[in-house]
């Protein structure tokens, strides 16, 4: 059988993910004498009757390590230079835009004459 250590209070409640005023209160309800401070060391049965009874708090931490989070959208962001686009801008070569009157069709030309 392996021989456990015996264990501070603080590093048995971080192992079974229980607080250690929540371990404190339970060891007490067994009828165990302990103060609630976290250099408290515990006796191995102490540690056995804590590994018994939160078995599923350790269990529900060491799933909790498995699980593995991916940042599934990764872009840069950066900043443009703008200063060519201003002076294309100014020098009056920017973005042509068309423009066409409701009734006509792009490319096509209205006829201008009075009827």
């Known amino acids: 059988m392996v021989e456990v250590k015996s264990k501070r209070a603080a590093k048995a409640a971080k192992e079974l ?12 309800k067994k009828g165990y004498e302990i103060e609630e401070k976290p250099t408290t060391k515990l006796t191995e049965e102490m540690y056995k009757v804590l590994l018994k009874d939160f ?3 350790l269990y529900s931490k060491e799933e909790a390590a498995q699980v593995e989070f ?3 959208r990764k872009e840069d962001v950066g ?11 100014e020098d009056g070569g920017g973005d042509e835009v068309m ?12 006829d201008k004459t009075d009827q």
């Open 17 to 28: 993910n229980v607080g250690l005023s929540t371990l404190v209160q339970h060891l007490q």
């Open 55 to 57: 078995r599923e708090d």
């Open 70 to 72: 991916s940042n599934t």
């Open 79 to 89: 900043i443009e230079d703008t200063s060519e686009k201003k002076k294309s801008q």
């Open 99 to 110: 423009v066409s009157s409701p009734g006509t069709a792009a490319g096509e030309e209205e």
